[in-house]
């Protein structure tokens, strides 16, 4: 009796077999993929424009910094070059690299080494520039000379250059976007 179902469902049979095969070569490419995504380079970077109060020095004008916050959300430590920074104009081949301001230092920003190790779960704050070189360098990046130039100059985008080579884009605060977009229009 068992033998007459068999032979009766052979075929049946055969297709569950091969849907399991399926099923177990599909089970291992996937977990082969999420482990290798595990290992993999994960950071949030956030762009704002930040004032610093420093009473002695600046009492009635308190400077005005561009700072980015990158966070390592991934399992192994950031190395973060000196050029880590820079903006890009969308559809163009150029980018602006900016050099931190905290490579070498000011009154207000005490020099960081580079590169700088930034550890798994943990976050760093690097000061790109004041806000009179952000201002020079967005005219920079706006001058358009046609219509599709400034239209494009619209979406301006901030990236993350990590030490291994990976590129992360980098969220621009409301008062960046305003700095970009409203002030020189």
């Known amino acids: 009796m068992i033998e007459e179902f068999f032979k009766e469902h052979q075929h049946t049979i055969a297709a569950i077999a091969a849907a399991g095969t399926v099923g177990a070569v ?4 996937w977990l082969a993929w999420s482990a290798k995504r595990a290992d993999r380079t994960r950071l949030k970077a956030v762009a704002d424009i930040v004032l610093i109060f420093h009473d002695p020095i600046y009492a009635k004008a308190n400077p005005k910094y ?75 990046m706006r001058a358009a000379d046609s219509l599709v130039d400034r ?5 301006i985008r901030g990236f993350v250059l990590t030490g291994d080579g990976k ?19």
């Open 66 to 140: 561009l700072k980015v916050n990158i966070t390592n959300i991934g399992k192994s430590p950031l190395h973060m070059p000196s050029g880590f920074f820079y903006w890009k104009v969308p559809f163009t081949r150029e980018v602006m690299q900016v050099e931190p301001l905290d490579l070498i230092g000011s009154p207000l920003i005490p020099p960081k080494h580079y590169p700088t190790a930034i550890l798994p779960r943990s976050s760093a704050s690097f000061t790109i520039s004041d806000l009179a070189t952000f201002e020079l360098a967005v005219k920079q």
């Open 26 to 29: 599909v089970t291992s490419l």
């Open 167 to 185: 590129t992360f884009r980098v969220k621009l605060s409301r008062a960046v976007r305003q700095a970009l977009t409203v002030r020189f229009t």
């Open 151 to 155: 239209l494009r100059s619209r979406f």
